[in-house]
């Protein structure tokens, strides 16, 4: 494991060497500054990691960079974070895309002053259509078949097992979150194939709070056998339910997306079958790496860059943590 630990950061070097063979030395002297905008912020273990992608692409380009958003969840406030995004008449501007309409502003703006935009983490669910953002493309998972593959996998633990799914629920923590829709209708549509219910539950992000609305729903759906969190605090949610209930590890068929110590606890536990990685390290550092190699060079990739859906189980996880402890995973 040692060795897998060691790739990582000399697959990062090899990519700058190719950044700085394209000129980086001069741009460093040009005061280059980017901007990441984004819904979630440095009190969630998920973006945490991002953010490290991010710091670790700028100190390689030796660019000013800024992370704006608030510390937890603030879809709203994006719009106020674009402002500022282009105070600093920057070079280039990731910024997710929970919902087009908050940022559209913004992201108009920076295409009439010829400043690149690249969405990460979260996708403009109108791209390719009339009303898509004027971006360029999307460093992130594809959240549709990440919510596939956990369905998917459900299915195929009770089958093993000589079980049944019996009825399905897919929370929500962040209502209107257009990748949390995504994961949800992934998880619905093998549902929907086989003949098997599924509800949506709105909770929050707040685990005390889900733990209370999971034990009011499973009191009310006793039948119901599979559930889909979406993230690491709802994950703390669902643990803390189980506990407080005494159910059985394994008595729920459990999956959840994105990582956490927590969640590996419960992988080992068996309190979750899996959950999907979507590697936010590289979401932060590509995009900061490619608003780099389009703002200087206009260069860019054939399409979308996906990095996930990536499956984390019994069978990876403890070489994941090893990894998540250098901050990357």
Not at 116 to 127: C, E, G, H, Q
Not at 163 to 181: F, K, N
């Given at each position: 494991?040692?060795?897998?630990?060691?790739?990582l950061p000399v697959a990062l070097l090899i990519l700058g060497i190719f950044v700085v063979s394209l000129g980086v030395v001069g741009a460093q002297d040009d005061g280059l500054t980017f901007a990441m905008v984004s819904h979630g912020g440095a009190s969630n273990p998920f973006w945490i990691v991002v953010m490290k992608g991010q710091e670790d692409a700028c100190a390689l380009l030796?660019?000013?960079?800024?992370?704006?958003?608030?510390?937890?969840?603030?879809?709203?406030?994006?719009?106020?974070?674009?402002?500022?995004?282009?105070?600093?008449?920057?070079?280039?501007?990731?910024?997710?895309?929970?919902d087009p309409e908050v940022i559209r502003s913004g992201v108009e703006r920076a295409a009439e002053l010829g400043i690149?935009?690249?969405?990460?983490?979260?996708?403009?669910?109108?791209?390719g259509l009339e009303g898509a953002l004027p971006t360029l493309f999307y460093v992130g998972a594809?959240?549709?078949?990440?919510?596939v593959s956990n369905a998917r996998r459900v299915f195929a633990e009770a089958a093993a097992d000589g079980?049944?799914?019996?009825?399905?629920?897919?929370?929500?923590?962040?209502?209107?979150?257009?990748?949390?829709?995504a994961r949800c209708a992934g998880v619905e549509s093998v549902f929907d194939e086989m003949g098997v219910p599924i509800q949506r539950l709105n909770?929050?992000?707040?685990p005390e709070e889900t733990a209370g609305i999971l034990s009011d729903f499973f009191a009310a759906n006793a039948d119901t056998n599979a559930i889909f969190m979406l993230g690491p605090q709802p994950s703390s949610g669902l643990n803390l339910y189980i506990q407080e209930?005494?159910?059985?590890?394994?008595?729920?068929?459990?999956?959840?997306?994105?990582?956490s110590a927590e969640i590996y606890q419960m992988i080992q536990d068996g309190n979750l079958l899996q959950t999907i990685d979507q590697q936010p390290y590289l979401q932060g550092f590509q995009t900061i790496m490619w608003l780099y190699l389009n703002s200087q060079f206009e260069l860019a990739p054939g399409g979308d860059i996906f990095t996930g859906p990536g499956v984390i189980d019994?069978?990876?996880?403890?070489?994941?943590?090893?990894?998540?402890?250098g901050g990357y995973r």
């Open positions: 494991m040692k060795r897998i630990t060691r790739l030796g660019a000013e960079c800024q992370w704006l958003s608030e510390p937890d969840y603030g879809l709203e406030q994006m719009a106020g974070w674009w402002d500022a995004a282009l105070a600093l008449n920057p070079d280039g501007v990731g910024t997710t895309v929970p690149p935009v690249i969405v990460f983490n979260t996708a403009d669910p109108n791209a594809n959240e549709f078949t990440g919510g079980a049944e799914v019996t009825g399905g629920v897919c929370t929500i923590q962040e209502q209107g979150h257009s990748g949390l829709e909770i929050t992000n707040n209930s005494g159910r059985a590890a394994g008595e729920l068929y459990a999956t959840s997306h994105d990582t019994l069978g990876n996880v403890e070489a994941i943590i090893e990894l998540t402890a």
